[in-house]
Nanobody, 116 residues
């Protein structure tokens, strides 16, 4: 089972940027998800194992960019033009090769807080 660990969360003003990192134990497709307190965890973005294919939710398309550096075993989520509604705990998870379903367990998550 692929092990993943998130980092890079924090507090920024609305309109600002943050970059999240997800370090993984073996190369695979990886997705980012987020969850607000009391709400369902929702899909944000995903990338395949060689970085050639990506997916985004409509709510972040054009503002967030997912990328990977396989030499560093790390997935990145660059988040720009952040909004208060982006405040959530962000998690990364292994994905299936088609980027349409999730596999494995969750990491501990990274808290992202956007101040208005």
């Amino acid at each position: 089972q692929v092990q993943l660990e998130e980092s890079g969360g924090g507090l920024v003003q609305a309109g600002g940027s943050l970059r999240l990192s997800c370090k993984y134990s073996e190369e695979s497709a990886v997705g980012w998800f987020r969850q607000a307190a009391g709400q369902e965890r929702e899909f944000v973005s995903a990338i395949n194992s060689n970085g050639g294919s990506t997916r985004y939710s409509d709510s972040v398309k054009g503002r967030f960019t997912i990328s990977r550096d396989n030499a560093r075993n790390t997935i990145y989520l660059q988040m720009n033009s952040l909004r208060p509604e982006d405040t959530d705990v962000y998690y990364c998870s292994q994905m299936g090769a088609t980027l349409n379903f999730r596999l494995g367990s969750w990491g501990h998550g990274a808290q992202v807080t956007i101040a208005s």
